[in-house]
């Protein structure tokens, strides 16, 4: 199965470190994926994975003393032009005008990601103004206009109130509609819902979904929530210790995962129906290894149910292709047999 | 915004008239009274008659209840007639009207450096945490904090004197202290002043600088500078729009307690460097007894305080729209 859509993101053995006083945190350790035009593609794993850094490595807001250490991230620009954002000045004028300008991001906390001192048109004004040249008159139209496209209610009140005064359900749509203000190419969503209540949760969802089909963009999705991937993306990653341990269709790795660490993901996850056929939930065994001493060989063999003992402890697997299109890092992922899990039938109406 | 003011006007009425009595009392706490102090000054070789005393003490209206002195006190005050300083022998009016100027001439410079100086170097610490320049200037704040400032002014009319062969201190250097008025005066004059400023800020700089950091340092870490960055602002745009802005709001809010710790803070420095500011006079008042001149000036610092309160309430508003009027 080949994809003729043009890469838009290329992320290759992207290496992100801390250089803390306690030694070197390798939060992201050799992450490569890549995202096309148009293309949603999830990324999965526990808190502490490296998903937010590798994010952040993106766009090079990447928060001290993390630093990228080595590794390419290729983007395509809206000219055409490959670039490598690793090299760029993380304060410098090419790597500002993608920011927001190409790759727009969105955050976690709706209740904290916006200025609580300006106004929500101040905040979007700003945005459309830094990237595109348009008096301010202008930028106001524009910033009513796309609150109105994520179905604000009355935008034209909401553009002069402070983020204090409206619900967090609110506050996430207006942070999506100072993401898309710009038109970006790759929309960066980083646990966009997970703060939210589970019907706001689902609004946003759809809402993210029909904005995605109108504007054309990409989306790279993180989320910890396996049914939000299941809902919003086509191909989903899966990162555990800085690495990106699986890479499949969001059908595959539901259906039929290469990776224990997918599989333990998978089968922890409560479904519904599951106590009548007598099956128990199976949490992960053990906790994530202490950041500042990765485990030897495989990161994952300290909880792997499959751990051989010998391979697994001393020879670090390496990503390769075992299907078409589909990654994994593991050195028996041919010969396990996972079992996947039933379809995540449900989806949000776009 | 124009409701608020007029409410808070009201409010501050009544805090006025409650400042008054609190001021009035506390001047009659310590035991005796002017005429005690003033006999205790006089040289050992006089008598003073029990007759003469009671003549003193009616005669400055010691004698009467309290609350009558209070309110003879105050209904004179709403007259703008703030009674007679015993010592000077001169209208409370008088005296004051010779410093009060001089002091806010002095202070308010003092408040504008303590602010320009203080937050740029806040901001920087905060921005620049732990580089060596941040360490430099946090070295430096603490040992500034840690010194008084009458300290500091002794070392700089030592220094001064010793090396520079000037006079440090007072309003004009001796050539130009008994001169006509003249612009040599006027530029003497600015000179002293803004060496003044100087020693008598540093412990507010040093002070502010602290807050400014640290305020900002929490702010820097929140989500919504990180928006701002994935926005693709400018590193210094950014940071001066919003993390500057919150933090930005309990320096403003100090505003209140600035003007009249300058004023009132600031007697001792203001001994030393030999500057006729309110601050001599209030500690003068105070030793003595002269209860009049020390309840005036108390009271015109209270007042002094409110408005602070009242000019960092509005700042506050404005840098804060979640603060609600």
């Known amino acids: 199965m080949t994809d003729d859509r043009h890469l838009l993101l290329e992320i290759d053995e992207l290496k992100t470190h801390y250089h803390t006083p306690q030694g070197i945190v390798k939060a992201v350790e050799g992450a490569s994926l890549t995202v096309r035009e148009g293309q949603a593609v999830g990324i999965v794993g526990e808190s502490g994975c490296g998903k937010s850094v590798m994010l952040r490595s993106i766009l090079r807001i990447v928060p001290k003393p993390g630093q990228i250490a080595s590794g390419k991230i290729r983007f395509r620009r809206k000219t055409g032009e490959m670039v490598d954002l690793t090299g760029m000045d993380a304060n410098g004028r090419p790597i500002r005008d993608i920011r927001g300008g190409e790759i727009a991001m969105i955050f976690q906390e709706p209740m904290s990601s916006l200025s609580p001192v300006h106004t929500i048109g101040d905040q979007i004004m700003e945005a459309i103004q830094l990237h595109k ?27 002069d109130q402070y983020p204090y005064e409206i619900s967090g359900g609110m506050r996430q749509r207006a942070m999506i509609a100072m993401a898309l203000s710009c038109e970006p190419r790759l929309l960066i969503a980083d646990e966009p819902t997970t703060a939210l209540d589970v019907t706001t949760q689902a609004q946003i969802l759809a809402l993210m979904r029909k904005l995605q089909a109108e504007f054309g963009m990409a989306i790279l999705f993180v989320t910890h929530d396996l049914g939000v991937v299941a809902q919003m993306t086509e191909y989903v990653v899966v990162m555990y210790m800085g690495q990106v341990v699986e890479a499949a269709s969001v059908d595959d790795i539901f259906f039929a995962p290469k990776h224990p660490y997918t599989h333990a993901l998978l089968h922890s996850i409560p479904r519904l129906g599951q106590r009548t056929t007598g099956q128990r939930l199976e949490p992960i065994r053990g906790t994530v290894p202490d950041p500042f001493a990765r485990p030897s060989g495989c990161p994952f063999h300290t909880r792997c149910n499959f751990n051989d003992g010998r391979r697994c402890i001393s020879e670090v697997p390496v990503l390769r292709e075992v299907g078409p299109n589909h990654q994994a890092r593991c050195h028996y992922a041919e010969t396990l047999a996972l079992a996947g899990v039933g379809a995540p039938t449900e989806q949000v109406p776009a | 915004m124009l409701n608020y003011a007029i409410r808070r006007s009201g409010q501050m009425l009544v805090t006025v008239f409650v400042i008054s009595v609190i001021a009035f009392v506390v001047i009659q706490l310590p035991p005796g009274d002017f005429v005690n102090s003033y006999l205790a000054t006089l040289s050992g070789g006089n008598i003073v008659t029990q007759d003469a005393i009671i003549a003193l003490r009616s005669q400055f209206g010691l004698d009467e209840n309290i609350v009558v002195q209070y309110w003879r006190w105050f209904t004179n005050l709403l007259q703008g007639n703030m009674g007679i ?23 308010i410079p003092t408040a504008i450096f303590v602010y320009l100086v203080a937050i740029p170097i806040g901001i920087y610490s905060a921005v620049r945490q732990y580089s060596p320049t941040d360490y430099l200037l946090s070295f430096v704040g603490f040992i500034f904090l840690a010194i008084p400032n009458f300290l500091i002014a002794i070392i700089a009319i ?56 640290g305020m900002l340092l929490d702010e820097l870490s929140q989500a919504y500078v990180e928006t701002a960055r994935a926005k693709g602002l400018s590193e210094w745009r950014l940071i001066m729009k919003y993390p500057v802005r919150v933090a930005v709001s309990p320096v403003l809010s100090t505003i209140g307690f600035v003007l009249p710790a300058l004023i009132s803070g600031t007697e001792i420095t203001a001994t030393v460097l030999n500057i006729p500011t309110t601050g001599p006079l209030l500690l003068n008042a105070v030793r003595s007894q002269d209860m009049f001149l020390a309840a005036s000036i108390i009271f015109v610092l209270s007042i002094l305080t409110v408005i602070g309160t009242f000019i960092s309430d509005l700042l506050l508003v404005w840098a804060d729209p979640r603060i609600k009027l």
Not at chain 2, 159 to 186: D, H, M, N, T
């Open chain 2, 158 to 213: 030592y220094i001064g004197y010793r090396y520079f062969g000037g006079s440090v201190g007072g309003l004009f250097s001796p050539e130009y202290e008994l001169a006509p008025w003249s612009l040599g005066k006027v530029l003497n004059m600015l000179q002293n002043m803004s060496l003044a400023i100087l020693i008598i800020g540093t412990g507010g700089v040093a002070a502010t600088m602290r807050v400014m950091r």
């Open chain 2, 85 to 107: 300083s015993f010592q000077y022998q001169r209208t409370v009016l008088d005296l004051l009207g010779e410093r009060l100027p001089l002091t806010l001439a002095i202070t």
């Open chain 1, 133 to 159: 040249k348009v008096p301010a008159a202008q930028a106001r139209k524009m910033a009513i206009d796309i609150l109105a496209k994520v179905a604000m209610p009355r935008p034209e009140q909401i553009i």
